[in-house]
């Protein structure tokens, strides 16, 4: 995982691994540094008539806490037509479907030229991909991008996405002491770095609501169109299913439209963990010295990452000068193509490998590489993704599937034929 | 430590240890068992026309976080005249004292019996004491009881409590869904169950000035007398050694007085530590399942714990009502004797021993057994204490010092003394 750094091997281990298959299916492979961890670059190519495409994946996971899971979630497991492990279907499993399709692509003789630009660092924010990228790029021309790193939304009912969601995460710190105090002998006199942590985090966001009370954190927000709503309604979006399949009890959402523009159209603010104080089991009745609330914001098209992380640290800094703000993570939003040939291709490939149009929609999740590939690289991207919400993206027992892997394979080597004639 | 049960056997040992020392002073002694951990008994017996004190102290301790520590906390180190190690103050060094004192006493053939009742269960609330003492009362009559686990408020002026807090300690706890969820895929429509428990403590308490906002929780609160004021003024505190002392960078009180008050005479709601959630390197932006809050109220005269909890629970149902409130621990406040032969004894014991006059103080901490004592015991409960800010009650580095404890011998003996002389 590339978020802990005692794992820093394992990242350097697999881009390894990675690049010895790209270079067993037939490509032309190279390893390349950046600042952060190695970008593999890959190529099958047909000739400098035809036209590039460049497809990306990443090869880094996010941490798994293994209590909850039912195998070793570092080592894959086939039960049935699934694959079990960490990154299976974030995004392992889409990055070898699309080797393997450019592979059938290439014995196919379609006249494209196919690059791999599958990155390490994309759940930390890609911290180093731009810098990387805008080295790179006059070297690895192309015009367009295919990334398959996000979700249907019901197995039945292909998906494309057309958004995506930024992100700013952030670490507010407050220190009010160098060591555990004594709650009766301090306690009144002494503060509470937890205390006014928790009183900072309910005065960003209404925690019932979820509605973010940060002044002017809404500024901008492109409200979503009469016709992406539309299409939302005819994705095979199902409260039922979506609670399911994240084993949520109950959700802020009362109905299944009201919960798609609440995960796909509206930007949130989440408490992902305190840190400092006491865990263990019972109460030990301690004031702790110091606290860390770790908090994200998920961003919508017409957000600025750099605006809000402003409005973010201004707001606290009037509820608490004394807290810090350190951003952590910063993504921008993406509105991405709804028309033009590349879109129609998209369709068109889903069409033939799952026998049904996909529903445009968003995501909610945020891939910073996106944005910065369509600023860099100067084309269209489309995101024509694999996985299934039921995979369990982050989760614990993650995993990828056969039908969506073989029909993924379908799917690119069609869009790879109807890409290499658009001119 | 008694409050985590994988060293429950650990607290055996220390129990049987004691006895060990309480028999090679000479005194006849009992482990007696409870429901929880046990109770050691002793006796120096002068003759049952005599009068009897009896002695409470407690040998468990609260756990040491060994990070913070600059010694191994359970292995005792001498340094100069300190006794570092983990109960050093807070109680062992005192219970030895007042031991080794006792002793004394009986080779002075002070006309006094001398009963020992050193309890294993303070630190988690006393949870086993009251059923033991109400079925065992009759075996061990007593005219007082002597406690000695309270903290001077400087070195250079004695200190006698004349009062305590009380506790509720809780536990908030929140479940929304089965497993971690990614906050992109389900942000928004997903609730996150920090957020709400930090609305909720937000809900409780202002965190910066520490005013409880729970509906009715200062009502009954008796206010502070004009002589306990006058007395609070001259007990030595100040802020700088105040601060200094407990690693406090800043103060919620901006004078000395306002500090006495907030510490001794007003309630609190303090937030020990949130669980669940991500609290390793970095941010990792899932929206966790689960949260607890280990909050606690310190109490003052006037009330009620049992009251105290039953606002909250309400307070909480109607702020949000899927979070759990389970009472972890619930200790009335205490309002000792301020005048009288036994606060007579106690003064001029001090004077004999250090040199000047106790200040007549309270003790911002909880201490279950003592209001315990005094209803079933039916007798006079004095607070003599030994320990300084500096020892570290709870904290890191905790030690005892050979000042306090040769001074102490002094003062108990001359206590002793005084109080066989009470009819």
């Given at each position: 995982?590339?978020?802990?750094?005692?794992?820093?091997?394992?990242?350097?281990?697999?881009?390894?691994?990675?690049?010895?298959?790209?270079?067993?299916?037939?490509?032309?492979?190279?390893?390349?540094?950046?600042?952060?961890?190695?970008?593999?670059?890959?190529?099958?190519?047909?000739?400098?008539?035809?036209?590039?495409?460049?497809?990306?994946?990443?090869?880094?996971?996010?941490?798994?806490?293994?209590?909850?899971?039912?195998?070793?979630?570092?080592?894959?497991?086939?039960?049935?037509?699934?694959?079990?492990?960490?990154?299976?279907?974030?995004?392992?499993?889409?990055?070898?479907?699309?080797?393997?399709?450019?592979?059938?692509?290439?014995?196919?003789?379609?006249?494209?030229?196919?690059?791999?630009?599958?990155?390490?660092?994309?759940?930390?924010?890609?911290?180093?991909?731009?810098?990387?990228?805008?080295?790179?790029?006059?070297?690895?021309?192309?015009?367009?991008?295919?990334?398959?790193?996000?979700?249907?939304?019901?197995?039945?009912?292909?998906?494309?996405?057309a958004g995506?969601r930024?992100?700013?995460?952030?670490?507010?710190?407050?220190?009010?002491?160098?060591?555990?105090?004594?709650?009766?002998?301090?306690?009144?006199?002494?503060?509470?770095?937890?205390?006014?942590?928790?009183?900072?985090?309910?005065?960003?966001?209404?925690?019932?609501?979820?509605r973010v009370?940060?002044?002017?954190f809404y500024d901008g927000v492109l409200p979503l169109a009469r016709e992406e709503l539309a299409s939302f309604r005819?994705?095979?979006?199902?409260?039922?299913?979506?609670?399911?399949?994240?084993?949520?009890?109950?959700?802020?959402?009362?109905?299944?439209l009201s919960?798609m523009k609440a995960i796909w159209g509206a930007p949130?603010?989440?408490?992902?963990?305190?840190?400092?104080?006491?865990?263990?089991?019972?109460?030990?009745?301690?004031?702790?010295?110091?606290?860390?609330?770790?908090?994200?914001?998920?961003l919508v098209p017409g957000q600025?990452?750099?605006?809000?992380?402003?409005?973010?640290?201004?707001?606290?800094?009037?509820?608490?000068?004394?807290?810090?703000?350190?951003?952590?993570?910063?993504?921008?939003p993406?509105r991405?193509?709804t028309?033009?040939?590349?879109?129609?291709?998209?369709?068109?490939?889903?069409?033939?490998?799952?026998?049904?149009?996909?529903?445009?929609v968003r995501?909610?999740?945020?891939?910073?590489?996106?944005?910065?590939?369509?600023?860099?690289?100067?084309?269209?991207?489309?995101?024509?993704?694999?996985?299934?919400?039921?995979?369990?993206?982050?989760?614990?027992?993650?995993?990828?599937?056969?039908?969506?892997?073989?029909?993924?394979?379908?799917?690119?080597?069609?869009?790879?034929?109807?890409?290499?004639?658009?001119?």
């Amino acid at each position: 995982m590339s978020v802990d750094p005692a794992h820093a091997r394992d990242v350097e281990r697999c881009a390894a691994v990675a690049a010895g298959l790209m270079k067993k299916a037939g490509a032309t492979v190279k390893v390349a540094r950046t600042r952060g961890f190695p970008v593999v670059l890959g190529a099958f190519r047909a000739g400098p008539r035809h036209p590039t495409v460049t497809i990306y994946n990443h090869l880094d996971v996010v941490p798994a806490g293994g209590a909850d899971w039912s195998r070793p979630p570092f080592k894959m497991a086939i039960a049935g037509d699934r694959f079990y492990a960490r990154g299976a279907t974030d995004d392992k499993g889409p990055a070898l479907t699309a080797l393997f399709a450019a592979r059938s692509a290439r014995e196919l003789r379609v006249p494209l030229n196919i690059r791999f630009l599958w990155e390490c660092e994309e759940e930390i924010g890609s911290p180093s991909f731009e810098a990387f990228l805008c080295k790179t790029a006059k070297s690895i021309p192309t015009d367009s991008v295919l990334v398959s790193d996000t979700i249907w939304v019901a197995r039945n009912k292909p998906a494309v996405s057309a958004g995506l969601r930024g992100l700013v995460g952030v670490l507010l710190a407050l220190e009010t002491g160098e060591k555990d105090c004594h709650s009766g002998l301090t306690g009144g006199a002494a503060r509470n770095p937890l205390a006014e942590l928790a009183q900072v985090v309910a005065r960003c966001v209404d925690g019932r609501t979820g509605r973010v009370t940060i002044p002017g954190f809404y500024d901008g927000v492109l409200p979503l169109a009469r016709e992406e709503l539309a299409s939302f309604r005819e994705s095979g979006f199902s409260l039922a299913a979506f609670k399911k399949a994240h084993g949520l009890k109950k959700l802020r959402s009362g109905s299944a439209l009201s919960a798609m523009k609440a995960i796909w159209g509206a930007p949130t603010f989440e408490v992902h963990g305190f840190s400092g104080g006491y865990q263990g089991p019972g109460v030990k009745t301690a004031v702790p010295p110091r606290g860390e609330a770790k908090v994200s914001m998920r961003l919508v098209p017409g957000q600025e990452p750099r605006k809000v992380l402003h409005l973010l640290k201004e707001h606290v800094r009037r509820l608490n000068p004394d807290v810090r703000v350190s951003g952590a993570l910063s993504l921008e939003p993406f509105r991405g193509v709804t028309s033009g040939p590349f879109a129609q291709a998209a369709a068109e490939a889903m069409r033939f490998a799952f026998g049904k149009s996909p529903a445009v929609v968003r995501e909610g999740g945020s891939i910073g590489a996106v944005v910065t590939m369509e600023k860099v690289l100067k084309c269209p991207v489309c995101l024509i993704g694999l996985s299934l919400p039921e995979h369990g993206y982050h989760g614990p027992n993650e995993f990828f599937d056969w039908r969506q892997a073989s029909g993924g394979m379908l799917a690119f080597v069609k869009y790879f034929e109807q890409i290499s004639r658009i001119r």
